[in-house]
T-cell receptor
C-alpha cells in the first residue's frame, strides 16, 4: 500500500540558507500535517492543511511557511536557517475521523533529517 | 507545556518480560493513541482507545485509559528485541481532522 512519501530524506544546509521539504500524502487523504522533532524530543506540531487550506497552526516560526498544492502534495519552506532548526521533520496525512473508531489516525512518513551547520 | 507526559522516560528490561509505560494528559480528549518510533524513523500507529473505553487489547498490547485521572498506560507483554523503540502517547480533541499532540515518549530497550 502507498505510504506518505517525504523528500529529501537527508538535507545539510548552512546557517541563513533556505530549505524546502516535500511531502506526498497517501492518495485520497485530505489532511496533511507537519511535525518537527528535535534530538530526544517529542514531535511538535507545526501546521496542517485540509483540502489545500491551512487548517491549524502550531509552533511554527515566522521564518517557515508551508502550502498544499492542487495535487495534494505539501511543501515546507524554511528560510534564514538557524542551528536550532536541525531536526527531523515529519509529514503525516489522514482521512479525518474514521467512521468506525471515531478517531483521526495519522500515517507518518519516514521523515526528512535537516542538519544546519 | 506538554499535553502528554510519559513515565518513565527510559526503560530497560529483559526479553520476555512485560513493559509498562504511562502517559498523563491535561485537557479533555476524544481519544488517545499510542505510536512507536524506531530510532530516527517515522512514527507508527499502534493502538487507539476512545474516551468512553477503559481498556483495549491488540495482540501483545494492552492499553488502559482513566479519564478521571487523565492518564493512560501501555503494556507490552512478552517483550521481544524488536520492541526496542520509543513509544509516544498522543491525544486528540473532538474535531474531525484535529492534530495529534504528543507526549514526551518512553525509550524502551529490550535486552536479549
Amino acid at each position: 500500500a502507498a505510504g506518505v512519501i517525504q523528500s529529501p530524506r537527508h538535507l545539510i544546509k548552512e546557517k541563513r540558507e533556505t530549505a524546502t521539504l516535500k511531502c506526498y500524502p497517501i492518495p485520497r487523504h485530505d489532511t496533511v500535517y507537519w511535525y518537527q522533532q528535535g534530538p530526544g524530543q517529542d514531535p511538535q506540531f507545526l501546521i496542517s492543511f485540509y483540502e489545500k487550506m491551512q487548517s491549524d497552526k502550531g509552533s511554527i516560526p515566522d521564518r517557515f511557511s508551508a502550502q498544499q498544492f492542487s495535487d495534494y502534495h505539501s511543501e515546507l519552506n524554511m528560510s534564514s536557517l538557524e542551528l536550532g532548526d536541525s531536526a527531523l521533520y515529519f509529514c503525516a496525512s489522514s482521512l479525518g475521523l474514521d467512521l468506525f473508531s471515531g478517531a483521526n489516525v495519522l500515517t507518518f512518513g519516514a521523515g526528512s533529517r535537516l542538519t544546519v551547520l | 507545556s506538554q499535553q502528554g507526559e510519559e513515565d518513565p522516560q527510559a526503560l530497560s528490561i529483559q526479553e520476555g518480560e512485560n513493559a509498562t509505560m504511562n502517559c498523563s494528559y491535561k485537557t479533555s480528549i476524544n481519544n488517545l493513541q499510542w505510536y512507536r518510533q524506531n530510532s530516527g524513523r517515522g512514527l507508527v500507529h499502534l493502538i487507539l482507545i476512545r474516551s468512553n473505553e477503559r481498556e483495549k487489547h491488540s495482540g501483545r498490547l494492552r492499553v488502559t485509559l482513566d479519564t478521571s485521572k487523565k492518564s493512560s498506560s501501555l503494556l507490552i507483554t512478552a517483550s521481544r528485541a524488536a520492541d526496542t523503540a520509543s513509544y509516544f502517547c498522543a491525544t486528540a480533541g473532538n474535531f474531525g481532522n484535529e492534530k495529534l499532540t504528543f507526549g514526551t515518549g518512553t525509550r524502551l530497550t529490550i535486552i536479549p
